[in-house]
């Protein structure tokens, strides 16, 4: 299998988990009805995939499966770091959107 297969591969898995990821993301933020359009929580879901997609692009330039890997981790990395610090990104969306 080369590089760029195991590439595909494994961001097959991860889009697929970022899916289920979003659909979460997307029916906890619409739990409940509010007067303002949803337009910081929709942005932020689409920051997930914007992230993820990033990652992809440039784990696709790299050279060697080392530097892959250490694209794909820096990637989850700031999902991560995105997940914990949502709050803050919903609010400046808002903030600059609404």
């Known amino acids: 299998m080369t ?11 991860l889009f ?18 509010q007067d303002d359009p949803y337009v910081g ?15 992809y692009f440039i784990q696709l330039k790299q050279p060697s499966m080392k530097r892959v890997v250490a ?11 995105y997940f914990f610090n949502m709050y803050y990104v919903i609010t400046f969306f808002e903030w600059i959107f609404e």
């Open 41 to 55: 929580e929709n942005l932020s879901i689409l920051l997930v995939y914007v992230i993820w997609g990033l990652g």
């Open 71 to 81: 694209v794909l981790l820096l990637s989850l990395g700031f999902q991560v770091l």
């Open 16 to 33: 697929v988990l970022l899916l289920a990821w979003g659909f979460l993301l997307y029916f906890g933020t619409h739990f409940v009805e």
């Open 3 to 13: 590089i760029r297969q195991k590439i595909h591969m494994t961001n097959l898995i």
